[in-house]
């Protein structure tokens, strides 16, 4: 932690980012224990609690003592709806770059390292997704799919997997050239072993750097889609369920229905960009060792 | 001491660039005079501060380096304390530079007529017709055929020499009286490098033009200068008439530089390289930083060299170095006993 | 030029055939192509009518062949909801699209290029560092956040600008615009901004990044040792070298900006063909959504020959190299 804690030395922008990252992380994990009820549990929630401002006490009986970020038009404690929406968007952020990551690295890696045919076949699908907007893809993808969980973590899967690959290749075209594959290929080391054992650690790098950047991107288009109502159902309301859910009360003067798990997101969404350029930094110079 | 004032006076130049790692003094404790009509031949090895001298001149170091010290006293007016519009109306105008490159420095999106006239326009009230009728004059000076056709091209439409010339023309179409050319042959071929250098100085005789010619090579200042400075980690370390230094080159160094040249020395003989590299600007040793490379280092070049007359011609010819120095502490010490 | 306009013409040609073959290839990916273009309500009647102008009992390549035909008329079945052709949907709701996509692209040209161009030339003074610091929040946070905070603000809290809907539209050649009426005006403006955020902060990123680049260049200190006074240093040897990437790249991000509008014209209830995309796709009105794809591509197609035009007529020496061969 204070070895973390060092690192992250330079600013003080990039410091409280880490540990509002941690926190948010913990936040998450540690939803069903630390959250003063169970939103989706019907039982606990009271309609004769619906919409009532943050800071209101709770009617006698609900598990809450006092509602600290309002609630829902259900009744719901915002602030307990906000930590389990956090768990979903988090899970299918990091479910769908750790999916497409897998699948780009392999791919990046094959064509940096074979070249030739498959390397224009795999480059060129990669352009061609790359040359429409990440939106556009998961939107239609979603209309052909429908709603639910495994359906959007392929969608966003869908949209990312090219990044990986594009940085996957450009590193691996550079290592390829180096002594140490060489050396590899003389030992007769198998194929799969050289690309995964040698070639890989290798390029692994800045690829943890569009991996962290593209958690972030991935969590954004997840809420906005959801928002827009085609991404998750209701029934595994992720942070942009929960403010799609207030904006109808958004104009009549209810703000914190949408506006407390907006902040939740951004703040989510923020420190994740800032740790991850940070990573950058710290990553680049030993990039240029090499 | 000439009463008549130079046309250019550096007094104790001193440019520097702070880096992570320290200071870099590029140019440290400079100091020349040309007059007009003048060529003085700015010598040294690549990274000896020569280019940064001819910036720091016209004012165009990049941050964060900046001239920290000294004097540019141009027709007796202080270039470094000028107000910024001032300075502006004279660069370009009475004092020109030719870059090393000619590749890089056209801008590769204007044309050659724009690039001409802007530089009228910028320093007198001429009409667009009758600047463009000097643009066309310009580039027939500087030898470029058909130049009302080659006016509307585009500068990656021309080859490296004739890139070269359009900024000399460009340079000169404002005929300035102090031309800076840095290393304006360094990136061409052999055959473009003579061309160029005869069609400067052609030019600058025909218009009384002083000229300071940046170069490493010792053999082109030799057939081109009235004057030579020699340039090395940052100090000028000797300078006097292209005769006399060549002649009877005082400091090591260049005599150095005069050994590496093949043309000047008997065929079949051996060049004689200077050992070593330049040493870093960052940490340069508190006396002679030519010490390491140096033959005839002794004792006395821990501490900073003696700037002095040899006298060879006159007082002119000057030298920054403890061997046949009056004072020198090893003569002292070798006299004692 | 004509020459290479030609070519142009003839690439982005081949690219609309195989967006629609790819288009097609997915409806049939998808499952039976009676299901994605017949609505479930019809009856037999109109199923078997279908069939026959589809060709649907036809060998695959026929299919294929009828279906282009089809779609080069613009028949891409009718809406099941509206029961109008489902072109004639998108093509209806096509300008208001157009018009907020337009607005945001000029705002980002507008305001990105100066404040890129003001902190590349001072990146370290204070003003330069707010100017990133807030292009890397327009980055980061969600549009659709964006446009929220927008409505709270200036909506709910101090009631200065409407939320929702186009306003008062104004003809213009034939075309419903608002931008020129106040009314339409007060309620393009919040939309726009919202959907040019992102773009302003790209453009100020590659403004500022060119302009650093530019000013290292020795073309732009031969500018200067030439006695050119600073603002056409600026203005004109920097800016029109970064003018080159930052007009490719803008050009690109319009047909990002069509597609990103589906978010802000589902917040601000702006009658776009975006928000016709999301109502079709919840109420699973496929035609419609197929008419959308194919009318986006066809856009994009139409905006990267716009752009490689434009990127020649800026870059002498890709008119030149073109003119070679």
């Known amino acids: 932690m204070k070895i973390l804690l060092d690192a992250f030395s330079p600013s003080w922008v990039e410091r409280c980012a880490l540990l509002v990252l941690i926190a948010l992380l913990l936040g998450a994990l540690a939803a069903p224990l630390i959250s003063p009820q169970n939103p989706y549990d019907l039982a606990q929630l009271s309609l004769s609690d619906g919409r009532l401002p943050p800071g ?6 609900q598990g809450v003592q006092r509602y600290w970020l309002g609630s829902d038009d259900q009744g719901r404690d915002m602030l307990s709806a906000i930590l389990y929406g956090l768990r979903i968007s988090l899970l299918v952020g990091l479910s769908s770059t750790l999916l497409a990551l897998a699948f780009g690295l392999s791919l990046g890696l094959m064509a940096g390292y074979f070249g030739g045919r498959l390397d224009s076949l795999i480059m060129r699908l990669a352009d ?3 040359s429409f907007p990440a939106i556009l893809i998961a939107l239609i993808l979603l209309a052909v799919l429908g709603q639910g969980v495994g359906k959007i973590v392929t969608a966003l899967f869908a949209v990312q997997w090219a990044y990986y690959a594009r940085t996957t290749r450009s590193a691996a075209l550079v290592e390829r050239r180096k002594d140490y594959i060489e050396a590899a290929r003389l030992l007769g080391l198998s194929t799969p072993r050289i690309l995964f054992r040698h070639l890989l650690p290798n390029c692994l790098p800045p690829l943890i750097v569009v991996a962290a950047l593209q958690v972030a991107a991935a969590i954004s288009l997840e809420a906005t889609l959801s928002f827009l109502g085609i991404g998750l159902p209701i029934t595994e309301p992720s942070l942009g369920l929960l403010i799609a859910n207030g904006f109808q009360y958004l104009l009549a003067g209810n703000y914190w229905i949408s506006f407390f798990p907006g902040i939740a997101l951004v703040l989510l969404i923020v420190a994740i960009n800032l740790v991850a350029d940070r990573l950058r930094d710290i990553i680049n110079p030993r990039l240029q060792k090499q | 001491m000439s009463m008549v004032q130079p046309l250019l006076e550096v007094n104790k130049l001193q440019t520097q660039f702070p880096t992570s790692s320290g200071i870099a003094k590029a140019v440290d404790d400079v100091s020349f005079s040309l007059a007009a009509g003048e060529i003085l031949g700015l010598v040294g090895e690549s990274g000896c501060g020569k280019t940064v001298t ?21 027709k007796g007016e202080d270039l470094l304390t000028m107000d910024t519009e001032r300075l502006r109306a004279i660069r370009g105008n009475r004092l020109a530079m030719i870059f ?58 021309f080859s490296g020499g004739m890139r070269q010339r359009v900024a000399i023309a460009i340079a000169l179409i404002n005929r300035p009286d102090l031309i800076i050319a840095d290393e304006p042959t ?36 030799a057939g081109l200068a009235d004057r030579v400075a020699v340039m090395y980690a940052g100090k ?27 043309a000047l020395h008997e065929r079949g003989s051996r060049l004689l390289p200077i050992p070593g590299t330049t040493p870093s600007l960052l940490n340069l040793p508190a006396g002679c930083a030519f010490a390491d490379r140096c033959a005839q280092v002794h004792g006395a070049c821990a501490l900073p060299p003696p700037d002095f007359a040899v006298g060879h011609d006159g007082p002119s010819h000057r030298v920054r170095c403890w061997l046949n120095h009056a004072n020198s502490p090893n003569r002292i010490a070798d006299a004692a006993p | 030029m004509l020459v290479f306009l030609l070519r142009r013409l003839l690439q982005s040609g081949v690219v609309l055939l195989v967006m629609s073959l790819l288009v097609f290839v997915g409806i049939y990916a998808i499952g039976n192509p009676v299901d994605i273009l017949i609505s479930p309500e019809a009856d037999q009647a109109e199923i078997a009518r279908t069939i026959a102008a589809f060709g649907l009992d036809q060998p695959l390549w026929t299919q294929y062949l009828i279906y282009l035909q089809q779609a080069v008329r613009g028949n891409f079945g009718n809406s099941f909801v509206h029961g109008t052709p489902a072109l004639a949907l998108i093509v209806q709701r096509l300008p208001a699209t157009l018009e907020l996509a337009c607005v945001a692209l000029i705002l980002a040209v507008s305001l990105g290029i100066p404040l890129g161009l003001w902190a590349g030339l001072r990146p370290a003074s204070k003003s330069g560092r707010a100017i990133m610091g807030l292009s890397i929040l327009g980055f980061s946070l969600p549009t659709f956040w964006v446009g929220l905070m927008l409505i709270m603000l200036f909506s709910v809290q101090l009631g200065w600008l409407p939320s929702n809907g186009r306003g008062a539209t104004t003809e213009l050649l034939g075309v419903p615009v608002s931008f020129l009426s106040w009314d339409g005006f007060k309620h393009l403006l919040m939309p726009a901004a919202n959907l040019a955020l992102f773009k302003i902060s790209l453009v100020i990123r590659l403004t500022r990044a060119g302009t650093q680049e530019a000013l ?7 500018a200067r040792a030439k006695g050119l006074r600073s603002a056409r240093v600026v203005f004109v040897h920097v800016l029109k070298n970064i003018l080159i990437p930052i007009v490719t790249v803008i050009g690109l991000e319009f047909g990002s900006l069509i597609a990103f509008a589906v978010v802000t014209e589902s917040i601000f209830a702006w009658p776009g063909m975006g928000k016709l995309l999301i109502e079709s796709i919840n109420l699973l009105d496929r035609p419609v959504v197929v008419a959308y794809l194919l009318t986006v591509v066809a856009l994009f197609v139409v ?19 073109d003119q070679a061969d």
Not at chain 2, 54 to 74: A, E, H, K, T
Not at chain 2, 108 to 137: C, F, G, M, N
Not at chain 2, 200 to 218: F, G, K, N, P, T
Not at chain 2, 242 to 249: M, N, Q, Y
């Open chain 2, 100 to 157: 090393q490159d000619p590749m890089m420095t056209l801008n590769p999106v204007l044309r050659i007529d724009t690039q001409l006239i802007e530089t009228l326009q910028a320093h007198q009230d001429i009409s667009r017709a009758a600047a463009y009728d000097r643009a066309l004059e310009a580039l027939g000076e500087v030898g470029i055929a058909e130049p009302a056709q080659r006016l509307r091209a585009y500068p990656h439409q």
């Open chain 1, 128 to 130: 061609i997704q790359l």
């Open chain 2, 186 to 221: 360094t990136a061409l071929d052999v055959t473009i490098q003579g061309q160029i250098l005869a069609l400067v100085q052609a030019l600058c005789r025909e218009r009384q033009m002083s000229l300071i010619w940046i170069s490493h090579d010792l053999s082109v200042v």
């Open chain 3, 303 to 321: 905006i990267n020959l716009v752009v490689d035009i434009l990127y020649s007529l800026l870059d002498p020496r890709i008119r030149l190299s």
């Open chain 2, 54 to 74: 001819g910036f720091s001149i016209l004012g165009l170091v990049d941050p964060p380096g900046r001239v920290v010290g000294g004097q540019v006293l141009f």
């Open chain 2, 236 to 262: 000028i370390v000797e300078s006097g008439t292209v005769r006399a230094t060549l002649d009877h080159p005082a400091h090591p160094y260049t005599r150095g530089l005069l050994g590496a040249i093949p």
């Open chain 3, 216 to 222: 290292l260049q020795d073309y732009v200190r031969f």
């Open chain 1, 56 to 61: 209101s006490a709770a009617s006698a009986g």
